[in-house]
C-alpha cells in the first residue's frame, strides 16, 4: 500500500522560510516523478514544483528562484524548502506520487490529474 505522509506546515511571516517533508512508504518503482502542489481557499489547484526519479525537476513561474524541490532518495522523503515566503503562498500543499510512465516532470506542475498517490496536505500560512 503505497502511503505519502506529509509534515513541516506552519505560519511564518512574509519573507521567512519553511521546508515541507513528504514520506513515502510502500512505493517499488524505479522510475517515479512526484510533485508538490497548493490550493488555497477559493481558489483552484495549483502545480507548485515536480522531480523526477533522474533528478529532473520543474517549477511554477510563481515560485521559481524561491522554492527547492528535492528528494532524500536513502530516506525515501520529499522535501520543498520555501523560501522567501509571500501571503499569496499560504495554502494547502499536497505532495504526490506516480509513475514516470504516466507523468513526466516537464509536465508535472501542470498534470494533478495524472498523479494517482496524495500526501494529507499541510497547511501554511504566511502573514505579512
Known amino acids: 500500500q503505497v502511503q505519502l505522509a506529509e509534515s513541516g506546515g506552519n505560519s511564518v511571516q512574509a519573507g521567512g522560510s519553511l521546508r515541507l517533508s513528504c514520506e513515502v512508504s510502500?512505493?517499488?518503482?524505479?522510475?517515479?516523478?512526484m510533485g508538490w502542489f497548493r490550493q488555497a481557499p477559493g481558489k483552484e489547484r495549483e502545480g507548485v514544483a515536480g522531480?523526477?526519479?533522474?533528478?529532473?525537476?520543474s517549477y511554477a513561474d510563481s515560485v521559481k528562484g524561491r522554492f527547492i524541490i528535492s528528494k532524500d532518495n536513502t530516506k525515501n522523503i520529499l522535501y520543498l524548502q520555501m523560501n522567501s515566503l509571500k501571503p499569496d503562498d499560504a495554502a494547502m500543499y499536497f505532495c504526490?506520487?506516480?509513475?514516470?510512465?504516466?507523468?513526466?516532470?516537464?509536465?508535472?506542475?501542470?498534470?494533478?490529474?495524472?498523479?494517482?498517490?496524495w500526501g494529507q496536505g499541510n497547511h501554511v500560512t504566511v502573514s505579512s
Open positions: 510502500g512505493w517499488t518503482d524505479q522510475s517515479y516523478c
Open positions: 504526490a506520487l506516480e509513475g514516470l510512465r504516466a507523468v513526466g516532470v516537464g509536465v508535472a506542475v501542470n498534470a494533478a490529474n495524472a498523479f494517482g498517490y
Open positions: 522531480i523526477d526519479s533522474n533528478g529532473r525537476t
